[in-house]
Structures are given as C-alpha cells and as structure tokens.
C-alpha cells in the first residue's frame, strides 16, 4: 500500500494558526450581523422576500446583511481552508480580500478626482431616502442620528426637507409638521431634560413669527458638516482606514505563504 512522508517542506503553523483565529473572528462576527438583520427585519413584520424588496428608500438593514454575509463567507473560507490546508480554499479568500481592497482604493481614487460629482450624488440619495423618511424606522433612526451627531439638517440644508410629504410647504398637506423638520435638526436645550419632539414644527413658514432660524435649528447640509468634519478628525479616518488596510495585506499575506508552503510540502511528497 502506497504511503506518503515529508521530506524538507513543512506548512507554517504559526501562519496557520493566526489565520485560522483571525477568520474565527470574522466568521462569529458575520453570523451575528446576519442574525440582527433577520431580528431587525422580524421586528418590523417583513420578514418574507416580497416585502423585503418592496421597501423604499436604503433600509440599513441591507447594509448590514451585506456585510455580515461577506464576513462570513470570507471568515468560513480562511478558516476552513487553514484548517484543511485545502489551496481552493485559500485562493478564493485571498482573491476576494484582494478584489476587496483594488475596489476601495479605485473608489478613494476616484471621489477624491470627481469629488464634485460625488457630493451632488450623495445630495441627490440623501434627498431620495429623506423623502421616505416615515417609511421606514431603521431610517428614520439613521437620518436622525446623523443629523444629530454632524448638527445638520438635510443634505443642502433644511428646506430639502420639503422632498418629504410630511414636511413640504404645499397647500395640499394638511400634516401637522407641514413646514417643519424633524426634532433631529433642533439645536438642544440644555434646559430640557426631554427631548422636545415638537421643536422643528412651522419652523419654515413664513407665516411663522420666530427668532431666527440658526438659534432654532441646525441650518447647515449634513454634505457640508460632513466636509467640515473630514479635516478636524483625518487622522481618525486615515488610522481606520490604514489598520483596514493592514488587516487585508496581512490576511492576504498569511494565505498566500500558506499556500505556498503547502505547493512546497507536496512537491516534497515521495511514494
């Protein structure tokens, strides 16, 4: 009966075994996005494919559903083709992790070239998801809690706010936040320890006798406070994206050595 020794080569398993622990990691990390996306979807009645595509606007919900499920495909894939040492495996992690990290540096490249076109884009799809504002409560949460945390109010300012059916100006609506915006856009009131809901109604009515509106409201676009935000927190970003970064090229890394050091204990294989 033929049998099989080892002659020189032998796999890493100090390279096998941090891969192996780095795609644990990233496949437990996956499968709980995954399981808050069909939670988050089961908590608001649409759990059946239908409903789930009918939905307007962006649901983040989406989102995360995407990236638990390249998370978790990518960490099955490293860690089982470590474990097993099996090359199929590692090549298709290491070719997505790749593909992964040329479509963020082409998509850096390219805002950073057209950042006019990119910033009307982003107006025009904040504009869009404002105008199903009510639609859907994982967004309404989204748009208010970066309209609170960036201290903006709609993508160019607040009359964006008129896109939304609730909010616009027209005669025709009879809500009563018609000419309003959300209580998101309202500057906070130290001296209210509940958060005042009803603030940002009538707000841009003409026919409204109040201060003006920056005493009020926050009247800058979240694109522009974006803008302003970017140079006070860059090395925030740059170290984000760096240690992202690092974390591709060294699992890249790890899978490629691999590889080759299980071509180079096959090739050392003798009957």
């Not at 105008?131 to 309209?147: E, F, K, P, S, T």
């Not at 896109?163 to 809500?175: D, G, L, P, T």
Request: with cysteine.
């Amino acid at each position: 009966m033929p049998h099989y020794k080892y002659q020189g080569a032998q796999v890493s398993c100090l390279f096998k075994y941090i891969l192996f622990v780095l795609n644990i990691i990233f496949w437990l990390v996956g499968a709980g996005l995954l399981a808050i996306t069909f939670w988050a979807w089961n908590e608001k009645g649409v759990l059946n494919i239908q409903s789930i595509t009918e939905l307007n606007g962006l649901d983040p919900v989406w989102v995360i559903l995407v990236v638990g499920l390249l998370t978790f495909v990518l960490g099955f894939t490293g860690c089982i083709g470590a474990l097993r040492e099996n090359i199929c495996l590692l090549k298709f992690f290491s070719l997505i992790i790749g593909t992964i990290f040329t479509l963020e540096l082409a998509a850096g490249i390219l805002a950073f070239v057209f950042q006019d076109w990119v910033k009307e884009q982003v107006q025009n799809f904040i504009r869009d998801n404002i105008g199903v504002y009510r639609d859907d409560i994982d967004l309404q949460n989204l748009i208010d809690a970066v309209q609170k945390y960036m201290q903006c109010c709609g993508a160019a300012g607040p009359d964006d706010w008129n896109n939304n059916i609730y909010f616009n100006c027209s005669q025709e609506n009879s809500s009563r936040e018609r000419c309003g915006v959300p209580f998101s856009c309202c500057l906070p009131d130290p001296a209210q320890n509940v958060v005042n809901t009803q603030c940002g109604y009538d707000i841009r009515s003409k026919n409204t006798k109040k201060l003006d509106d920056s005493m009020i409201i926050y009247t800058k676009g979240c694109v522009q406070a974006f803008e302003d935000w970017l140079p006070r927190n860059i090395y925030f970003v740059a170290g984000v994206f760096l240690v992202i970064a690092f974390l591709q090229m060294f699992s890249i890394y790890l899978a490629r050595s691999l590889i080759s050091d299980i071509k180079a204990m096959k090739a050392g294989w003798r009957y």
